[in-house]
């Protein structure tokens, strides 16, 4: 089977033919032999109908599909984990500096809107088990990353450098409690998907206020937060946060519209925030 593309959509270049009509050709034809026949090989300008057939397109907002198609074909850079019921990736385009979606698989919930799907209390409850599992491997690499830099880490870094290494570590710091996950309220990509990301909001793909605003407002509904009434007001009202005031998720200082300060005021506090 072949494996199908997550990237953008592609044009396909066609370089245009000519001969000179000017008369016959006088140069010697070169001795025909295997290579040549090959190359010269007349090309069947009706293929049978399984040739013609076109790979599903996974470009703009079907782009997780590729994902959930064929997982096996991507690198584990791409694809961190798949079974029969889930798919596990890093964002193509994160918001944090550790971000990845969660894709379900059962083909009865993955177009539909999230509000929906996770309105069915067993689904939801499979969702919740699933996300544990990949909170532990956000925080597991959050810990990779910052623990060094962790004043709550630092007895656990201590222990760690011993020989021997004690056979009990010291628990250092929490890191799960550094993890968000959820749903946007109003998703942009058509499959269903489930954000995991760290708190810090620092990424080169963080470029524009609804960016930001979408993972630190009400527009960004925690999985913990469910069940919901799909038909309240205050529910219907989430989609209004992303045109609102840039907040530091961990200061509180109001920024305005004023992304750019606001990005340069994360990179500070992302310092600050892993030394705690």
């Not at 990424?203 to 930001?212: D, G, I, N, T």
């Not at 799909?230 to 946060?241: D, I, M, T, V």
């Amino acid at each position: 089977m072949s494996s199908p593309r997550a990237a953008e959509p592609m044009d396909e270049d066609g370089a245009a033919l000519s001969e000179d009509a000017s008369g016959p050709a006088t140069f010697k034809a070169p001795e025909r032999t295997a290579f040549t026949q090959l190359m010269t090989r007349k090309h069947d300008t009706h293929p049978p109908a399984a040739k013609r057939r076109r790979r599903p397109s996974f470009a703009g907002r079907e782009g997780l599909g590729a994902y959930l198609e064929d997982p096996a074909s991507f690198p584990p850079s791409q694809v961190i984990s798949h079974s029969d019921k889930w798919v596990v990736i890093n964002d193509l385009y994160p918001k944090s500096s550790v971000h990845v979606l969660l894709l379900p698989r059962d083909k009865s919930k993955v177009r539909l809107d999230p509000l929906e799907a996770l309105a069915d209390p067993d689904f939801l409850a499979e969702v919740r088990v699933e996300t544990k599992r990949i909170r532990a491997l956000v925080a597991n690499e959050l810990r990779r990353r910052y623990g060094r830099y962790s004043a709550q880490e630092q007895e656990r870094q201590r222990a760690m450098a011993a020989d021997p290494v004690p056979d009990e570590l010291p628990a250092g710091r929490d890191w799960d409690k550094e993890v968000v996950s959820g749903i946007h309220v109003s998703p942009s990509m058509r499959h269903l998907h489930i954000h995991i990301l760290s708190v810090d909001r620092v990424s080169e793909s963080m470029k524009k206020r609804s960016h930001y605003n979408s993972f630190s407002t009400p527009f960004f509904v925690r999985l913990d937060e469910f069940p919901l009434d799909r038909l309240s007001g205050a529910l219907h009202a989430r989609h209004g946060h992303l045109e609102s005031d840039l907040v530091c998720w961990r200061c509180g200082e109001n920024f305005g519209n004023k992304f750019a300060k606001l990005k340069l005021h994360l990179a500070d506090e992302l310092e600050q925030w892993r030394g705690e």
